[in-house]
């Protein structure tokens, strides 16, 4: 379990860094999207068939990361449509 969340900590701070500029997330949200991430990272690579969904493997971990940009871009969205909202 402890791995679980170190794994999610980091893909969630990978996707954090291949993100262009600044994401107003802190430390939670990217634990808790690089956690989904690699769960859908993981579901996928299962999909494919290489591996379990609870295996560290390189094609799940790379879909994982790719998962986690993909959150943090709709999150930033969703974040940036609620603040140009609340301005008007």
Same mark, same amino acid.
């Given at each position: 379990m402890i791995g679980f969340?170190? $794994?999610g900590l980091i893909?969630? $701070?990978l996707a954090r860094l291949i993100v262009p500029g600044k994401q107003n997330l802190g430390i939670l949200a990217t634990l $808790?999207?690089?956690l989904v991430g690699s769960l859908i990272?993981?579901?996928i690579?299962? #999909? #494919?068939?290489t591996g379990?969904?609870?295996e560290l493997n390189v094609i799940g971990f790379?879909?994982?990361v790719i998962a986690a940009v993909l959150l943090i871009g709709? $999150?930033?969205g969703i974040a940036g449509k609620s603040k140009r909202g609340a301005v008007r």
């Open positions: 969340l170190v $794994a893909i969630g $701070a $808790a999207l690089g990272g993981g579901l690579a299962q #999909f #494919f068939g379990s969904i609870w790379v879909l994982a709709v $999150a930033e």
